[in-house]
């Protein structure tokens, strides 16, 4: 092979690679297996980790106390993570609920641009009664054009504090998606390096080397 070649191809490969790296929007320590909150970030009262039946998978999960005399009326645990605006994106989480009064609950994405700015939020549907953990999920989300992050987020609401103690119980959070990762030779984002594999491939088939 000539050594423009296969600089091509090296060129051909980094594109391939970062494509595969912008496309991996992974959350840290998912299901709370540290057995803390590594990796997240929470606002509002009474956030702590538990264990035994409120752990949906692994020994841990995240759990929300709302008891009577709180006065913080929304609370989330949230990580942000970097993602790619236009691509595609899917989250999940389940949530259980227990003695759920005056409380609702749900999983939620933000998006948000390069500087920080709150763009738009998605929501699934909220729990408002006691249920065994339940998958809550959004799919086939599309990032705003101008979205460089994420925040997944379990949110509680506090109505008020009447029916007190209400428990939310979230575990085993995902996010995934991105986009599409090139194929090697139809290389969209090098077109300029695609166009010359394309090229260079004709001559090969044609016994040009
Ligand atoms: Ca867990």
Redesign the pocket.
């Known amino acids: 092979m000539h050594a423009w070649g296969r600089r091509i191809r090296a060129v051909a490969a980094a594109g391939f690679l970062w494509g595969q790296a912008t496309g991996a929007a992974t959350l840290v320590n998912p299901?709370?297996?540290t057995g803390d909150f590594t990796g997240w970030s929470t606002f509002g009262q009474s956030w702590r980790i538990g264990v035994g039946a409120d752990?949906?998978?692994?020994?841990?999960?995240a759990v929300n106390d709302m008891l009577g005399g709180d006065v913080d009326q929304f609370r989330g645990v949230f990580q942000n993570i970097a993602i790619v605006g236009g691509a595609s994106y899917s989250a999940g989480v389940w949530l259980r609920t227990v003695t759920m009064d005056t409380t609702e609950s749900w999983l939620e994405i933000q998006w948000f641009d390069n500087v920080g700015g709150f763009i738009s939020q998605l929501q699934s549907v909220h729990t408002t009664a006691d249920q065994p953990f339940t998958y809550l999920s959004l799919t086939n989300m599309v990032a705003p054009i101008n979205a460089v992050t994420v925040s997944v987020r379990g949110i509680v609401q506090m109505h008020n504090t009447s029916g007190a103690p209400d428990f939310s119980i979230f575990?085993?959070f995902d996010f995934s998606g991105g986009p599409v990762v090139p194929e090697p030779g139809t290389l969209t984002l090098l077109g300029g390096a695609g166009a010359a594999i394309a090229w260079w491939r004709r001559r090969r088939f044609r016994g040009g080397f």
Do not use: M
């Open positions: 299901g709370f297996e752990a949906q998978a692994g020994s841990y999960g575990d085993s």
